[in-house]
T-cell receptor
Framework: DAGITQSPRHKVTETGTPVTLRCHQTENHRYMYWYRQDPGHGLRLIHY???????DKGEVSDGYSVSRSKTEDFLLTLESATSSQTSVYFC???????????????FGEGSRLTVL | SQQGEEDPQALSIQEGENATMNCSYKTSINNLQWYRQNSGRGLVHLILIRSNEREKHSGRLRVTLDTSKKSSSLLITASRAADTASYFCATQGGSEKLVFGKGMKLTVNP
């Protein structure tokens, strides 16, 4: 298994509170991604990073921010959580952009967030 | 949107039978990938097929791609209870993001 650790794995919070999810990798992969998974929507890309301090928006980035100060860590922050952000969040990593060459896109185990 | 769409959305079979899942998409692609997700776990990459390939094999998995019909199929032969999972296709075209379908649930009954 790829060395990807997400924390926390489960979190319950209240509307309006800030939340930070952490993704830590030990593979030294350049690219890191945050997805959310919701019933009926599959996986949707929130933000991604192509290097330290290099990040960009995905298709559902509103209400989320990210930071990558070290190769191994990619943080996802909900500045003011809303009930619509209740979801399962997955971190993924790859050596090449979206693993287009090899398909080697590795996922973490997910972080289940409930916003009350 | 080039989002792939899996069909059927749910499939229940007996152990030892073959399972076929289909994925249709809308725009031209560079590659198509299949992933498996066990309940409560992250996605695991199964196989990637490029747009210039028609068929690939990996163990009990066989993937076909028909770019003229914009469709792909994933065949799992001699299924096992451990194959019970959700399966996703994901498509990528040019510099576009990797877009996942909504997934389909396979149940293999012992």
């Amino acid at each position: 298994d790829a060395g990807i650790t997400q924390s926390p794995r489960h979190k319950v919070t209240e509307t309006g509170t800030p939340v930070t999810l952490r993704c830590h990798q030990t593979e030294n992969h350049r690219y890191m991604y945050w997805y959310r998974q919701d019933p009926g929507h599959g996986l949707r890309l929130i933000h991604y990073s192509y290097g330290v301090k290099d990040t960009d928006k995905g298709e559902v980035s509103d209400g989320y921010s990210v930071s990558r100060s070290k190769t191994e860590d990619f943080l996802l922050t909900l500045e003011s959580a809303t009930s619509s952000q209740t979801s399962v969040y997955f971190c993924a990593i790859s050596e090449s952009w979206l693993a287009a060459n090899t398909g080697e896109l590795f996922f973490g185990e997910g972080s289940r967030l409930t916003v009350l | 949107s080039q989002q792939g769409e899996e069909d059927p959305q749910a499939l229940s079979i007996q152990e030892g039978e073959n399972a076929t899942m289909n994925c249709s998409y809308k725009t031209s692609i560079n590659n198509l990938q299949w992933y498996r997700q066990n309940s409560g776990r992250g996605l695991v990459h199964l196989i990637l097929i490029r747009s210039n390939e028609r068929e690939k094999h990996s163990g009990r998995l066989r993937v076909t791609l028909d770019t003229s019909k914009k469709s792909s199929s994933l065949l799992i032969t001699a299924s096992r209870a451990a194959d019970t999972a959700s399966y996703f296709c994901a498509t990528q075209g040019g510099s576009e993001k990797l877009v996942f379908g909504k997934g389909m649930k396979l149940t293999v009954n012992p």
